[in-house]
């Protein structure tokens, strides 16, 4: 499937508001935030009325106008590509997008290829399989070749397709890369790989030893909604499946999955072979082009120099819509960052005016491979030389109590600080930089970042059961605390 690309502009109508000025700054008291308030904005935005907030769909537009809504009613600057008539505002930024839709059903069938073994083996859809997001329709059978991690590096002496011929086969690999191999490695390239090598399609799982990162994430085996991103002409057809329907594969060839993958990150042993197993995969996918919304407001800063300086909250409002008969909600991800976004918006314009200019974003196209932000980053709409930092949260809704912080391109002291003058220092853990989500193409265009998201595990990250109940409001509010004095002293310090 080659993308189709286009642009088409989306105009929020606000018919029946007047235009207003900022409201004044003229409180100098602590400012309350108002958890409630925040639980009724998620419970908004993972509501089916927004069908999952896909980039570039009906429902992905009516969270731009939520957003736009709120700002305009705070009262907040725009700060966007701005036209101004009677019934129209123009708070946001566009870009193209393709939108990519899995239909229902989407079947997903294992049997084996031995006489007398033909009982099938057929995993739910959403515990047990999810086909990827983007990929393209496919109604096929083939036999299933394990790859390992799917590397093909000869050069640094780890192949794991040596000897193998995979033309017509489904590869399947582990997810991640065996941990003495020096390179970090996509998924796109590891998808590029089997297609160059002839397979019609691939199968993608998490193994049962997990690498340090996923530990720490609270990641699990389950499948988990993504995207490829690939844009190549003739991208493979795929899915994930969940670690329990891997090991069920592994045992019924009476091997250890997990035994085979230690063998690969401990003893460099390539592991790849032939599965005695043929497997079905059959669904039908649309792509069409369509258009991304950031939506962007500001707090104009007020000291004579300073406030040509900007500071960016910024959090996604995406997520992956309607696919394959289930619904995203996105309730931790990521409504629960856009709802504090909206909060501190609130807080923010009634306290004492900024030094510097603070301005929100509302991005869309995260999940897409950071479309959204990557779009702000290449036509920004304040200086990027003249943006001190940015903050961006992410999934903050479920944890263990806890904050994880990632800090890049500015001494972690900075946020450490703010952390002990405002008594949260036992609950926040500051680590360096992120290698995902929307502070990525600001770190990469020289900016400092903070990204914060809560701690300990996120059970349905990804998944069609982030809905609203799971939400915890403690964890909301101990996000909105350490961002708002964040945000309050990057500000205004000098």
């Known amino acids: 499937m080659k993308s189709s690309w286009g642009l088409t502009l989306f105009t929020i109508l606000l018919s029946g508001l007047c235009l207003f000025p900022l409201q004044a700054f003229t409180s100098d008291a602590p400012p309350i935030l108002n958890p409630t308030r925040m639980m009724q904005d998620i419970q908004t935005l993972s509501h089916p009325d927004f069908a999952g907030r896909q980039t570039g769909t009906r429902g992905g537009h009516r969270s731009a106008e939520f957003v736009a809504q709120r700002f305009h009613e705070l009262g907040l600057t725009p700060a966007g590509q701005q036209h101004i008539d009677s019934q129209h505002k123009l708070w946001e930024q566009f870009g193209p997008v393709t939108i990519s839709h899995i239909e229902a059903p989407a079947i997903l069938e294992f049997s084996s290829l031995s006489a007398g073994k033909q009982t099938p083996v057929i995993p739910n859809i959403g515990s047990q399989f999810l086909p990827v997001l983007d990929s393209p329709s496919i109604h096929a059978s083939a036999p299933i070749t394990f790859v390992g991690y799917g590397i093909s590096d000869p050069a640094r002496g780890w192949d794991e397709y040596e000897g193998l011929n995979v033309q017509n086969h489904v590869v399947m690999f582990l997810r991640g890369k065996p941990s003495h191999y020096p390179l970090h490695i996509q998924h796109t390239e590891k998808e590029r790989v089997a297609r160059e090598k002839g397979a019609v399609g691939f199968i993608t799982l998490t193994g049962p030893v997990l690498s340090r990162y996923a530990a720490r994430r609270g990641m699990g085996y389950q499948p988990l909604a993504f995207y490829t991103n690939a844009r190549e002409e003739r991208p493979l057809s795929g899915v994930w499946i969940s670690g329990e329907v891997g090991e069920k594969l592994f045992q019924a060839e009476g091997w250890d999955l997990k035994k085979i993958q230690e063998t690969l990150n401990n003893e460099r042993v390539v592991q790849s072979r032939e599965l005695n197993t043929l497997v079905h995969m059959k669904w039908e996918s649309t792509q069409q082009a369509g258009s991304l919304i950031n939506v962007l407001g500001m707090i104009p800063g007020t000291h004579p120099v300073l406030k040509h300086e900007t500071i960016i ?46 301005l929100f974003a509302s991005f869309s196209g995260e999940e897409q491979n950071l479309l959204g932000s990557t779009w702000f980053v290449n036509h920004p709409t304040r200086p990027l030389k003249k943006i001190i930092a940015m903050i961006n949260v992410d999934h903050v809704g479920i944890g263990n109590g806890q904050l994880t912080v990632g800090v890049s391109r500015m001494p972690k002291k900075v946020a450490k600080y703010v952390a002990n003058k405002t008594g949260l220092s036992h609950k926040v853990n500051f680590y360096g930089f992120f290698p995902g989500g929307d502070h990525v193409p600001f770190s990469q265009a020289a900016i400092p970042t903070i990204a914060v998201v809560t701690s300990g595990t996120h059970p349905h990250f990804h998944q069609s059961s982030d809905t609203f109940d799971t939400i915890r409001s403690d964890m909301l509010s101990t996000a909105a605390q350490f961002v708002l004095a964040l945000i309050a002293h990057l500000a205004n310090k000098p």
């Open 313 to 358: 909250l910024g959090a996604h409002r995406d997520h992956f819509g309607e696919q394959a008969g289930l619904l995203f909600p996105g309730a931790d991800d990521n409504a629960s960052g856009t709802a504090l976004l909206l909060e501190l918006a609130r807080v923010l314009i009634t306290g004492k005016p900024p030094k510097r200019t603070i």
